[in-house]
């Protein structure tokens, strides 16, 4: 009598076609493009936010209201001064800032660079793009000059005191500095005004990491993107992206 070979009975042959077909299925997987739609993270549109004078997605915008009100009640005027920016306006400010160090004064591609990134982004990679960070400023007192100063945030400092407060209570509402004051962290200068809404910030984060960062910088047409070598995004990636507060990674 003929017997009939169960299904899972494969030959050799039929393992290495599955195994193959297996191998396949992980390895595009494993090596897939972040999902198409990844503008949310760049800047490009397709976040909910709410706001007049600055933006925030709909969540971080109300638990920044909430802070807020929290920090009145203990005499603290907490603002925010700047919220989410559109991948086209750092675009603006980089290549206005490229074409100044560059053409007036005269320095060449890749120091223009290094000088823009010590205070500025890569257009694309502002975490200002994500809705969820914003700066703050204590609207309550007299400050001359330039708001965002780290002397200004300094405990005889006229936002000493909203410092203090942040330092007290920002994370029991979800709000964490990013840039923090450690002599041995590299990337961006220490902002102390800079926060980020860690629930939604530290997922997309994630998803962020996924990003081919050159092929942006040349889709988009950002100056100075020719002189960006692989070893600088590498780099720029460890210590301006990653290079931040633990507590938020
Ligand atoms: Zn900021």
Sequence with gaps: MKKIAPLFCYSKYQR????????????????????????????????ELAGTTFQLQNEVYEAYLKMKSAAKEDGIELLGVSGYRSFERQKQIWNRKYTRF????????????????????IPGTSRHHWGTDLDVIDNGVSATGYLLDPKKYEEK????????WMDEHANAFGFYLVYTQNPSRKGFYYEPWHYT???????????YMKLHFREIFKNENVLGYEYMSDAFIEKYIQENILDINPLVK
């Design 16 to 47: 290495l076609i599955v195994c193959l077909a297996a191998f396949v299925l992980w390895s595009c997987h494993h090596n897939a493009q972040p999902s198409k739609n990844t503008s949310h993270l760049l800047g490009k549109g397709n976040l």
């Design 102 to 121: 560059t053409q007036v004064e005269g320095l060449t591609p890749e120091k223009a660079i290094d000088k823009i990134i010590t205070y500025s982004t």
């Design 157 to 164: 400092g006229p936002f000493g005191a909203l410092k203090k």
């Design 197 to 207: 809404y860690r629930p939604l910030s530290q997922p997309m984060l994630k998803e």
